[in-house]
């Protein structure tokens, strides 16, 4: 059973930071890509940030290029999302994806995590 299971979130004040995980299990890690979507109360779904090892490839969206960044852990199948100078627009909640086809799409997604970032 592919599991995605996200930790991490939480309320902090803008200019704070907050590190989100995903650990994931069922699959075979290496040859997937994770990534991390959000999706904000009235908007749309958006793509935060991707990584793929077996590609090398990492995306990050520019709302948050420079701020976020996105790393993994292979020894324990876990992939981090580290998000500084949160902004209040940030507010989401935030859903760890993975897909085998190298950041362009994803077949499991996990259950979310809510980031609230306060002004």
Do not use: H
Request: proline share 3%.
């Amino acid at each position: 059973e592919v599991q995605l299971v996200e930790s991490g979130g939480g309320l902090v004040q803008a200019g704070g930071s907050l590190r989100l995980s995903c650990a994931a299990s069922g699959f075979t890690f290496d040859d997937y890509a994770i990534g991390w979507f959000r999706q904000a109360p009235g908007k749309e779904r958006e793509a935060v940030s991707c990584i793929s090892s077996s590609d090398a490839i990492t995306y990050y969206a520019d709302s948050v290029k420079g701020r976020f960044t996105i790393s993994s852990d292979n020894a324990r199948n876990t992939v981090y999302l580290q998000m500084n100078s949160l902004k209040p627009e940030d507010t989401a909640v935030y859903y760890c994806v993975a897909g085998p086809t190298g950041c362009r799409a994803y077949d499991y997604w996990g259950q979310g995590t809510q980031v609230t970032v306060s002004s």
